[in-house]
């Protein structure tokens, strides 16, 4: 019994004792690592991303284009409603025919390139025009400015901080929200 347990003793002995900073040059220089963790990775980069089929891409704006649509239209009667005005139904066609191409083509081009920096910067100091250019309308503005103007702001401004990255949306109604502050808007009337 005695042999046994020395012999497995001798067993679990290292033949070559190597310390511990040795044996991490040692597979440093090896790269045995590397290969390791290059096999365990999926190689991912943003070059390789492919672009959405057209299809794709067309049913993302509808997405977007329905909604704002419906607001365009809620926007233009509520703004009527405020000052006691009844549009008919030929009225808001006819706004909605010479808004909706507009609206379209820029919702379509910004859906597409929404990753990209530079759209981004340009939606932001878009929201940053158009959002205290609403506000100072509805305090300042004459009531036929208003109802020609404000339902479209209205529109792309909401468009505008849903399409922004989340720390740009918050920047630009921060921004806006300290305009308003400043001036002394009202955003309530």
């Known amino acids: 019994m005695a ?5 497995t003793q001798a067993a679990q002995k290292p033949l070559v004792e ?6 991490w040059r040692l597979i440093e220089q090896t790269g045995v690592l590397r290969k390791i963790s290059d096999t365990r990775k999926p190689v991912e980069t943003t070059d390789n991303v492919e672009p959405l089929p057209l299809a794709d891409e067309i049913f993302n704006a509808i997405v977007f284009i329905m909604p704002l649509t419906f607001f ?3 926007m233009d009667i ?3 409603q405020q000052y006691a005005q009844q549009p008919t139904a030929g009225e ?3 706004r909605l025919l010479t808004n909706f191409p507009i609206l379209s ?5 910004t859906t597409r390139h929404k990753a990209n920096p530079r759209t981004q910067i340009a939606l932001f100091i878009l929201s940053l025009g158009v959002g205290p250019r609403m506000i100072w309308l509805i305090n300042r503005g004459s009531w036929l400015v208003n109802l020609r103007q404000c339902p479209q702001f209205a529109t792309i401004w909401l468009y505008t901080v849903v399409q922004l990255n989340l720390n740009w949306a918050v ?3 921060v921004m806006t929200g300290a305009w308003a502050w400043f001036t002394g808007m009202k955003l309530v009337l």
């Open 92 to 94: 808001i066609a006819g």
């Open 78 to 80: 509520l703004i009527h």
């Open 171 to 173: 920047l630009t109604l």
């Open 72 to 74: 365009l239209i809620m």
């Open 3 to 7: 042999k046994k347990r020395q012999t």
């Open 105 to 109: 083509i820029f919702v379509f081009y």
């Open 18 to 23: 190597i310390s511990e900073d040795e044996q």
